[in-house]
């Protein structure tokens, strides 16, 4: 028997962190990155709508702007 | 420190949450740009340090420091940009000091492009750094704009102000980055909770007409422990409105509609705290680089300021004495201006 055969066996190299599967615990809105989630093949980074034109109507319908008319009142 | 900006939030999301900054840290925003929040955050540290308090002013504008520069300190010998970039490694190192013996500066950098856009890690790091800093009050002034970073730094203060001016430009500006800061905490709380986030996304994705009440209903039916939750959140999450450059009455009819309207769609409770009005000593201390409290303490802006300490219970000194008028906070404030050598008019 050779040196060679008391060796133990070289371990198989660990899976590639980056490549392999999504292990994360928690789940993430991809729109809360700051970059594309390129582990969930996304080419563009996500993005969610701040404000509506809607809502940025109704709001401009509850502003009472400083005037003229208003001061003093 | 070896970074990867390709690792994921999600996994410091979690550290991050669990930093929580002494109830005395102030965020200061606005979501848009020129409302006067950089003027309002120095008054108001000048204010607490005159009342005695130790008080930090951190400049976390990352892209267009200037507290600095509006204090007069023109070449600071440490920036945020050295302790971002790790060539200093205790936050207290880079403090510096100002004519007012209770009050330091972390300056801003502005010199480096990369200090404007930190990676995640080197957020967290000063997020933790600040959180570890020694003083009675930690005033941070934050950027204008709608961005990760400054969304971060006013959901891990305790307090955050929000100032904006009576236009319309203005008043869009501060809802929008209360709603993205909003929003942005409750994805933070309910972060292991996929059945909420998916609510949450739903709410961004729909249009206004559908989404609206939908968010604080929903989350609310989904669960016991969810509803119990977010009543926690929505109890802590009372940010404070100051209107500055005020001009007429009008203000307070918007302040009363704001409150109605964020009560209504998000259920928490926005409590304006301040209304300082257009001074035109404000713009001549502005122009010499000083603080319009000190060059000016007599003035309608400095007795508003004073208001908003008194609606936000901060007319104490640190000796735990209330300081019940505006007469009696002048004294406190007059003992601060020989020591400014404030420029001859």
């Not at chain 2, 507290?67 to 600071?76: E, K």
């Amino acid at each position: 028997m050779s040196d060679d055969d008391k060796k133990p066996p070289i371990p198989a190299r660990g899976p590639d962190r980056r490549r392999g599967p999504d292990r994360r615990q928690n789940p993430v809105d991809p729109a809360d990155l700051p970059f594309p989630d390129r582990r969930k093949g996304d080419r563009r980074q996500m993005d969610r709508r701040v404000t509506s034109p809607e809502e940025t109507e109704e709001l401009l319908k509850i502003i009472k702007p400083d005037t003229d008319e208003g001061a003093g009142g | 420190m070896i970074i990867d900006p390709y690792h994921h939030p999600a996994d410091t999301m979690t550290a991050e949450a669990e930093v929580t900054m002494r109830r005395s840290t102030f965020a200061v925003a606005s979501g848009k740009g020129g409302t006067g929040k950089s003027t309002f955050a120095i008054n108001l540290s000048m204010a607490l340090a005159a009342l005695g308090h130790e008080v930090i002013l951190v400049d976390a504008d990352l892209g267009g420091a200037d507290l600095s520069t509006l204090l007069g300190i023109h070449a600071p010998r440490y920036t945020l940009k050295d302790f971002i970039q790790g060539d200093v490694s205790y936050l207290p190192e880079i403090l510096e000091p100002t004519p007012s013996p209770h009050l330091r500066l972390i300056c801003g950098g502005t010199d480096i492009i990369s200090v404007s856009n930190p990676y995640y890690q080197q957020k967290v790091k000063l997020i933790r750094a600040l959180a570890q800093l020694q003083a009675d009050y930690i005033v941070v002034d934050l950027g204008p704009d709608i961005t990760f970073n400054n969304l971060d730094f006013f959901n891990a203060a305790p307090v955050g102000f929000l100032v904006t001016q009576n236009m319309d430009a203005m008043i869009l500006g501060f809802y929008r980055f209360l709603k993205a800061a909003f929003v942005r905490r409750l994805k933070q709380e309910f972060r292991n909770e996929s059945y909420i986030l998916s609510i949450i996304s739903d709410f961004q994705n729909r249009g206004w007409s559908h989404a609206r009440r939908d968010l604080i209903g929903s989350i609310r039916a989904a669960s016991r422990e969810a509803q119990k939750h977010l009543d926690a959140v929505l109890e802590t999450f009372q940010p404070k409105l100051v209107f500055n450059m005020v001009e007429s009455p009008a203000a307070r009819k918007t302040a009363d509609q704001m409150f109605s309207f964020i009560l209504e769609n998000f259920g928490f409770r926005l409590q304006t705290v301040g209304f300082i009005p257009r001074d035109r000593d404000v713009e001549k201390a502005y122009a010499r680089n000083e603080p319009y409290l000190l060059r000016f303490p007599r003035s309608a802006a400095s007795k508003a300021l004073y208001e908003v300490l008194a609606a936000c219970g901060l007319n104490y000194t640190r000796d735990g004495v209330r300081v019940s008028g505006f007469s009696d906070f002048l004294a406190y404030v007059k003992v601060e201006v020989p020591g400014w050598n404030l420029l001859k008019i």
